[in-house]
């Protein structure tokens, strides 16, 4: 009989309430590789990687390595994450006995109206033991959920890291790019006030009109009116660089300027076809993704809680140490005293709150898989739209260049022609104007290029960052 009772009890030990979890059949890797429009799932190479490190910018790789060190936003996640870590210790520890020191005096007075008068008073000291016996699982489900949830901090540090390189990245090209519109508006203005000079010169002597002088200021003019422009996105754009590495603006002024690179006066050589050589698995293993799936899972768990709050709780408590009136008798072998209290609990009427809350958290689990299959199909569309903007700036940026080209090569015609009386400064003026905005276009074009690039390296999920999660959260 004792021999049954012990295989009873370990059978039920075993058993789990509620649903154990697997990963939702939302879409197959083929369906997820055609919308997407990457290669044949296995021609491709998983180890093909993409980061901004590939621009071989020095500065750059620097505040990229520095936002994964320094910034608050890092900081904030590694904090989530060592909350998680210390929440899931907790619960792990929450199916064993407790034990406890205590030291306690009762007095007791009771009414007359209690028929017996009890009067008494005595001090007791010793260890007191509880434990709560995790028949149903209810234990066991929530430490499955502080996992996920651990799990998911680990992945949302992978986020932050990703994002944050990203958002690193965008500026700094953000900033190189108003820095070479800059420069490029200086040394036209060197060129335009040179020119301004010529038909200055032409018109004292009578071989212009006043009008190609008025159109010639009007150049200088409107050149030298974007420069303080410039030169103030600059500044908004250095501040929110040092801000994002943790820093007050100004503070990284000294390494951003004196790095005489820039990497957006050309194009970056990025072979396309990198961009179809990953494997699908990437949706999958983003880590936004990885962090919903793992809500997905706490919360699947959070169900097996709720129902373990409806089966009987048995639990066993105990006391071993010493009792006695006389305290100077407390410490004696006539003192020793035990207990041992074996009790179940079982919930009868609460009004109906545990199986509304059972339905709560099965409502919650429907919520977290659409939020998991919303976070998949907003990567799947993140990664499309990145390989496509990718693709067309490509073309775009070809046309731009070739068309800077052409329009200075009009410019520098129109202007033979000016000196030598063959046509009016009109005709110079809109050259010189469409050679300037070919050329703003272009490099507007080559900054986009590194940006787009940028964007795809976040919708792949940043797959060339390597996080050491447990270096980060040691302390």
Same mark, same amino acid.
């Given at each position: ?129 509880? &434990? ?29 890291? %990703? ?49 190609? %002088? ?112 006389? &305290? ?22 609460? &009004? ?75 005709? %110079? ?12 276009? &272009? %490099? ?32």
């Amino acid at each position: 009989m004792k021999k049954q009772l012990l295989i009873t009890f370990i059978l039920l030990s075993a058993c789990t309430v509620g649903p154990d979890y697997s990963t939702p059949k939302l879409f197959n890797d083929e369906e997820l590789q055609k919308s997407v429009g990457l290669d044949d799932i296995e021609k491709v190479n998983a180890e093909n990687t993409f980061s901004p490190y590939d621009f071989g910018d020095a500065t750059l790789n620097n505040f990229m390595d520095e936002v994964q060190e320094d910034s608050p936003s890092i900081k904030i996640a590694i904090l989530k994450l060592k909350q998680a870590r210390e929440n899931l210790n907790i619960t792990l520890k929450n199916g064993f006995p407790t034990l406890d020191f205590i030291g306690k005096y009762t007095k007791v007075n009771n009414s007359k109206n209690m028929g017996t008068l009890l009067n008494s008073n005595f001090y007791e000291v010793g260890l007191d033991m509880n &434990w709560e016996i995790d028949i149903f699982g209810g234990t066991r489900r929530k430490t499955e959920a502080s996992k996920a949830q651990f799990m998911a901090e680990i992945y949302n540090l992978k986020n932050v890291n %990703v994002s944050l390189v990203s958002e690193v990245a965008t500026i700094y090209v953000n900033l190189r790019n108003t820095e070479q519109q800059l420069k490029n508006a200086i040394e036209n203005l060197a060129i335009q006030e040179e020119a301004y000079d010529i038909v200055l010169e032409k018109y004292n002597v009578a071989l212009t009109d006043e009008i190609s %002088v008025s159109q010639a200021k009007y150049l200088v003019e409107t050149i030298k009116m974007q420069i303080p422009e410039y030169e103030y996105q600059r500044e908004i754009y250095a501040n929110s660089l040092a801000v994002i590495l943790g820093k007050l603006p100004g503070e990284i002024d000294d390494v951003l300027y004196e790095n005489k690179k820039n990497i957006v006066s050309d194009v970056f050589a990025f072979d396309l076809e990198k961009l179809y050589k990953l494997p699908i698995s990437v949706i999958r293993n983003r880590p936004d993704v990885k962090v919903a799936e793992e809500n997905l899972i706490a919360q699947n768990a959070e169900i097996g809680v709720a129902l373990g709050e409806l089966y009987p709780t048995f639990s066993l408590s105990g006391f071993l140490g010493f009792e006695s009136k006389p &305290w100077r008798k407390l410490i004696n072998s006539d003192s020793s005293a035990s207990s041992i209290i074996p009790s179940i609990t079982f919930p009868i009427f609460h &009004w109906g709150q545990l199986r509304r809350n059972v339905r709560i958290q099965k409502l919650l689990t429907e919520e977290s898989l659409e939020n998991y299959k919303n976070t998949v199909l907003t990567a799947v569309s993140e990664v499309r739209n990145a390989i496509v903007a990718v693709e067309k700036e490509y073309q775009i940026n070809k046309s731009a260049r070739e068309a800077y080209e052409s329009m200075s090569l009009v410019s520098e015609l129109n202007w033979k022609k000016y000196e030598l009386g063959l046509i009016d400064y009109s005709q %110079v003026l809109e050259s010189e104007q469409n050679r300037l905005s070919a050329q703003t276009n &272009w %490099v507007n074009s080559n900054a986009n290029l590194y940006k787009y690039l940028i964007t795809f390296y976040k919708a792949i999920g940043g797959r060339a960052v390597n996080i050491n999660s447990d270096e980060k959260i040691k302390g």
